[in-house]
C-alpha cells in the first residue's frame, strides 16, 4: 500500500547539517555533487565557494538565473572548460558545447528540423521504439535494469529519426551502453572539472574513456558512411544541407559527425533518464501508475492525442522536476561581471542548479514531495517563470525540448499502459549526479503485464 501523494518523498541524497569543509566536500562531490549541497541550499538565493584563483557562484533564484542565462548571455554562453574537455572526445565541437558565432551557426542548422511544427513525422519513430521495448518487457523474466532498457530504447528513435529503419536495433544498445560506459570513466573531469577544480583523471581512466568515446564516434561514422552522401532521413538532410551565405556547408566531414554524434546522445540522455525517474516513481506509488494507465490508450496514441494526456505528462514534469536530468548547468564567465554584491572576474564559474531550484524552499510547497498536481491546471502558471528549467533557458535552451518531450510522452504512453513496476528485491535508487542525473547502478525493476 503505498503511502499518500501528499506525503511521499522519493529518494534523495541526505544533505549535510552545515556546509563541509573543502576537502571533504571535495571527497564527497566526486561520488554525487548533490550530496554536497547542506540544508541550507534549498533556502539561498546566491551562494560562493572560493577556490584557488577561481569563485564559484550559484544562482539560485529565478530573477539571478534570468538575469544570467538570459539577459547576460553574451558573458555566460560559454559551458565551463572543463564540462567541453569531457565531452570534447565524443561530440567533437558540436552546438552542445560550442559558444560564440561557431555555436550561432551550428545552432541554427540544427534548430530547424527540431522545430515543434515538424514533429509529426517522428511520431513513426517514437511508436515503433516504444512497441519494441514493450515486446522486450513482456519477455522479461526477473528484474529488468529500465535504466539500460529505456536508453536503449530512445537510442533507437534517434537512430530511426536520422537514419532510418536500415540501420540494426542492436546498434543502439550498443551505442547506449558505450556512453555509459564513457560516463562512468569520464566522471571525475566532468564533476571536479565543472566546477574549476584540477583535473584529477588519471591516466588509466583517461585511456579508458578515449578508447570509449573513439570506439562510439567510430560506430557513428560507419552508419554516416553506409548511409552515403545522400541517405538517411529528412533530419539527415537537414543537416548536411544546412549552407552558409556562401554557399558552402555549415556541417561536412567532422564537423558533421560531430553534431549526428551529439544528436545521439543529448537526444536520448535527458529523454531516457526522465522515463527511468518516471517509472521508478511508479513502482514506488502504484497509486499515480494506475490513474496514469486509467488515463492512456489501449493502443498507442497517435501524435496529436499527446496533448491529451495530461495526468501521464504531469506525472513527467513531476518526474523532470524531482530529478532533473541535467542537474547542474555550468557557464565560464567569459568577461568581467558583477552578480548581487559579487564580483566576477573572467573565468569564474557561474552555475545554475535546477536540482536546488525545483527544490527550493520559497519557490514550492513541500518541495521534496512527490505531487504530479503541481503541474494540473493552472498551477504552473502561478509560479515564476524561472523555477522550472528541466530543458535549460536563455538562447541555449535544449533544441531538442519539443522533440524530448514528445518522444518521453509517446513512450511513456505505451510503457505504462501495459506494465506495472516494481523494486526488484533488495534493490535501493539512488539518485546520482555525474554528466547527468542518473541512478546509480541502474534501476533494478521488476515489470509485470497490466
Ligand atoms: C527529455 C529530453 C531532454 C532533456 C531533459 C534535455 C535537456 C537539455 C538541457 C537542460 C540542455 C541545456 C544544458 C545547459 O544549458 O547547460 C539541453 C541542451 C541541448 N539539447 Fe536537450 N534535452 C532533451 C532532449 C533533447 C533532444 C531530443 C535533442 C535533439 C534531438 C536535444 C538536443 C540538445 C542540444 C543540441 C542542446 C544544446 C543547445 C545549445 O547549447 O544551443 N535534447 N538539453
Redesign the pocket.
Known sequence: MSPPADDFVPPMPAAPARPLPMLAGLLRARRDLLSIFPADAYRRQVFTTRLPGRLILVANAPEVVRDV?VVKHATYQR?SRFLEDALRPVIGG???IAWGDD?AEK?GA?APP?HPSGLARFHPCFVQAAEELAGDFAGADGPVDVAAAFAAAITRV?LLAVFGPSVPRAEAAAIAATFTAYQEAAEVVDLLGMMGLPDMLGWLTRRRAGRLAAALRARVAALLRAAGPAGGTALLAALRDARRDDGTPVLAGERLLDEVV??LL??????A??LTWTAMLAALHPATADRMAAELPTAPPGFDDLTGLVFTRAVVQEA?RLY???AV??RQALGPDRIRRWDIATGDIVLAV?WLLHRHEALWDAPHVFRPERFLGDAPRRRPRFAY?????G???????A???A??MAVASVVFRRFRFALAPGFTPRPNCRLALRPKGGMRLLVSRR
Open positions: 542565462f559551458k558540436s552546438s552542445f555555436w545552432r540544427i527540431l534517434l551529439m544528436f543529448a537526444g536520448a540522455e535527458g529523454a533518464i526522465t523532470m532533473p536530468p541535467v548547468f555550468a535546477p528549467l528541466p530543458f535549460g533557458i538562447p541555449r535552451i535544449c533544441a531538442g525540448a522533440f524530448g518531450m518522444e518521453v
